[in-house]
């Protein structure tokens, strides 16, 4: 090969490897762009937020996937994406795998969050106490006449065990018991919501931000699902939610978490009927 044709072909080489990390992706070259996934209850706030985000920040391009807080902090990990949303804490098998790819998740509280019992709209039980809760989704109690209800089969709707939503609901209401092998388990809130809608005798579990008027919310021991109950530490099952990074962000990334925080964001965080920090 020629001179010319050596010092073309370097350049050509040069010019893809430079466009290759210019597109980047989560820790690339490319700092206007962002990708966000993993848990379906902080994933209204994260979409609302990065609309406006990218409305005042054109140049920037902000994606946002849900899959469940397991999915988004093991996406995290294999540094697939940017900010790692999740409604539980990152656990230490997860930080030690992490830590053996050179990752370092630091943890971001972007909102409060009460885990809310739903049933079926038609069902005329409007309170349960944990330990009831309990009792049906371990397979203790299975119709709702044992708790003053109508002879009806109780069917049991949760979430899928990638979901944080599952872990925080296993650790404050079931105490580490497993769920009934019979419950239908769904990979998202809202799949938890319009199942429950739609089917006579159903109780489920979703984030305060997807009660819904087609749903009928719970009382739990005595204390109602609400912004008011969640800040004052009131109601039994609050819950931080988290949006992890790599180490502390920077960049666009850091302006994006910043943004979360903030009074504007935290407003939109309160408008998809989440609790705002502040």
């Not at 050509?12 to 490897?17: G, Q, Y």
């Not at 109602?224 to 990334?253: A, C, H, I, W």
């Amino acid at each position: 090969m020629s001179k010319f044709g050596k010092l073309l072909l370097a350049c050509f080489l040069v010019s893809c490897a430079v466009t290759s990390a210019y597109a980047g992706g989560p820790f690339g070259v490319d700092k206007r762009r962002v990708i966000i996934e993993g848990s379906t209850t902080v994933l209204p706030i994260a979409q609302a937020a990065a609309e406006t985000f990218m409305r005042q920040n054109q140049e920037t391009d902000v994606t946002v996937r849900g899959g469940g807080s397991g999915v988004g902090i093991a996406s995290l990990i294999d540094k697939n994406c940017d900010i790692a949303d999740s409604s539980r804490s990152i656990k230490e098998a997860e930080i030690e795998k992490a830590v053996g790819n050179g990752v370092s998740p630091k943890a971001h509280v972007v909102a409060m969050d009460g885990i809310c019992l739903i049933v079926n709209s038609s069902n005329p039980i409007s309170a349960l106490s944990r330990k009831q809760a309990s009792d049906i989704f371990t397979g203790k109690i299975s119709y709702w006449s044992d708790l003053g209800g109508k002879t009806e089969r109780i069917v049991a709707i949760s979430r899928d065990t990638s979901s944080g939503t599952f872990e925080a609901f296993g650790i404050l209401v079931l105490e580490g018991q497993k769920v009934r092998p019979d419950a239908l388990m769904q990979a998202s809130n809202q799949a938890v919501a319009s199942t429950v809608s739609r089917t006579p005798g159903a109780i489920g579990y979703v984030g305060l931000g997807y009660l819904t008027p087609e749903v009928k919310a719970l009382d739990i021991d005595g204390i109602k699902p609400s912004k008011e109950t969640v800040l004052s530490g009131q109601y039994p099952v609050g819950r931080p939610l988290f949006m992890y990074t790599n180490g502390v962000p920077d960049g666009v990334v850091r302006d994006f978490i910043d943004f979360i925080k903030s009074d504007e964001g935290q407003k939109i965080a309160n408008e998809q009927g989440f609790v705002a920090l502040k």
